[in-house]
């Protein structure tokens, strides 16, 4: 059998994040799918892929402008969450075509037709159908969408929840996160210029490294670097492990998808 | 609780079937959405609504072409297998956009990312959150995919399989199939001019009606009539009575989710 690795590629990193409109930069996205397409050529005989992207200004922006996170109050709300799933279909096959044209068999994973939520947490997924996928060598390209949530309506399914209960409900080797900064940092980078890059990060050093990961700075819905690592340090009792890298820097997706160690590694 | 409706739309009557490349009746596609638009603000307060489209030349052709719903034989089938889903999800986005425009909060719903199917059967697909989205007033949009089969590597989940599945596994009243006939007959009217339209079958008549159902005529890799009134037969067992009506005629979906009796009735 197959390793599975799981890239999480944020919305920063090609949906133009800060954008007061829907966008994407191009540019980025060919490079980021060139880079996945070189390395899953080398590696698809001995690993599958599992791809999940985030929604970055296709789907943040709509979400604050509605409030659909917090729940459905009436008719609009309901138009405005029909509205913000059929956008980030459109961004999911603008990426899975890009994918494409480099070689990968991406096939659109839309989560929301299959999970439920309760209280903005994920409660099920079914994993049935992408454990399939897997098996004849597909590359599933799930996404942040609005889900069913039993509690409130609806709740956002974020790439950064998907990710990893993907990796808890399959055999999961590594789980890639291209993020818009170099790894986990002892501050916010943004922020401070102090801030220094933790190489590693276990169950024993967490603890202390916990206070200054108090959330990414920019507009994100989907919560900062510390809920982030938080889920991913609970994997590593699953035997995951994970990477948290800059994709916005040449080469580094490719890099670690072929298994180079850098940024920050989160392990056991 | 509400009842649940379920409209299936053929490709026939919008996807322009005998087209020799993907390609919309965009004048039929409107003036279908506007007659459910029309038919769901009378209705919704007492009636749920699931719809269920065709692929028409969306799908046909590249499943023809390609092979994929005998399954997977190499690396182009699987490209042509995420191309085929690329496509549908295209089509899906072009309907769901368009029931906007008619005041219906259409979610697309991909099936293909739960289903599993088994030579060409569907085995188990998730229906958690169909009905979440059926309880906070969504419309779920389905359609026509290419699935994962433990069997055979992929084949095609048509949308008449994914329309009687969830009537089983939902509460349905009623299942509206639009074509492009006007019911069901005793022989194809499109090849036999004496052919008689039959308003109503039973499992006690249907093993007469059988033999004339000889499967449709046009290009259809999801199989004709016999197929799909076996199917409602084994409905109503359920408690859902189907009706099969000609989609292509102005006013009679508007007429058919309104509940007004016409084309053939399937009933215990």
Redesign the interface.
């Known amino acids: 059998m197959k390793d599975l690795i799981i890239l999480k590629i944020g919305g920063s990193v090609f949906a133009c994040k800060d954008s007061d409109k829907p966008k994407i930069d191009q540019k980025a996205l060919e490079r980021i799918c060139r880079e996945i397409g070189n390395a899953h050529s080398k590696i698809k005989e001995k690993s599958s892929l599992i791809i999940v992207h985030g929604a970055g200004s296709y789907g943040h922006l709509i979400v604050k402008r509605t409030g659909i996170d917090k729940g459905?109050k009436n008719?609009e709300d309901?138009?405005a969450?029909?509205?913000t799933?059929?956008l980030q279909?459109?961004l999911?096959?603008i990426v899975?075509?890009e994918l494409?044209k480099n070689?990968?068999?991406?096939?659109?994973?839309?989560?929301?037709?299959?999970?439920?939520m309760s209280a903005g947490a994920l409660k099920?997924m079914?994993v049935?159908?992408?454990a399939?996928?897997l098996?004849?060598?597909?590359?599933?390209v799930a996404y942040g969408v609005p889900?069913?949530?039993?509690k409130q309506?609806?709740s956002i399914l974020s790439g950064d929840q998907i990710a990893p209960y993907l990796a808890q409900h399959l055999k999961t080797k590594k789980i890639i996160h291209a993020t818009d900064v170099d790894g986990v940092y002892t501050a916010d980078p943004k922020m401070d210029r102090n801030a220094k890059l933790i190489p590693e990060i276990t169950s024993k050093n967490f603890d202390k490294i916990k206070a200054g990961l108090s959330g990414s700075v920019s507009t994100d819905v989907t919560g900062g670097m510390l809920k982030k690592v938080t889920g991913l340090i609970a994997l590593t009792e699953k035997g995951a492990e994970s990477q948290i890298i800059n994709g916005t820097r040449i080469g580094f997706v490719e890099k670690a998808l072929l298994g180079e160690v850098f940024g920050t590694t989160i392990r056991r």
Do not use: W
């Open positions: 459905i008719n309901l138009l969450l029909a509205e799933q059929r279909n459109e999911n096959l899975t075509k494409a070689g990968i068999p991406a096939f659109p994973f839309q989560s929301s037709d299959h999970a439920v099920s079914s049935d159908a992408i399939g996928m098996k004849i060598g597909l590359t599933p889900a069913y949530d039993e309506g609806c």
